[in-house]
């Protein structure tokens, strides 16, 4: 298994940024897929899933409205546009294999950095 994020950097308060990840090395189209992130000395914490499908999805409460998690099965990618960005959402942030409660991630992450 191969997850492969991007898109991090430093963006301002109040501004936006667009996760991908792209994965290979599992049938990505037949599995629900995540995106948790990690901050500095915390525990990692989940953040959005998506079905196989992609019609359903799911997000922690700290960022609904302003996350949308997306996928494209023609290209075994994932995605995560990020709006209103605040502080707190400073992490490095992880596509992951599975759902809220079966989680698992590979890659490097991509750090995503809230600041003025």
């Known amino acids: 298994v191969q997850m492969v994020e991007s898109g991090g950097g430093l963006v301002q308060p109040g501004g936006s940024a667009r996760l991908s990840c792209a994965t290979s090395?599992?049938?990505?189209?037949?599995?629900?897929m995540s995106w948790v992130r990690q901050a500095a000395g915390e525990v990692p914490e989940w953040v959005s899933s998506i079905l196989p499908n992609g019609f359903s999805t799911t997000y922690t409460d700290s960022v609904k409205g302003r996350f949308t998690i997306s996928r494209d099965n023609s290209k075994n990618t994932l995605y995560l546009q990020m709006n209103n960005l605040k502080p707190e959402d400073t992490a490095v942030y992880y596509c992951a294999k599975g759902g809220q409660y079966d989680w698992r991630y590979w890659g490097q992450g991509t750090r995503v950095t809230v600041s003025s």
């Open positions: 090395g599992f049938t990505f189209r037949t599995n629900s």
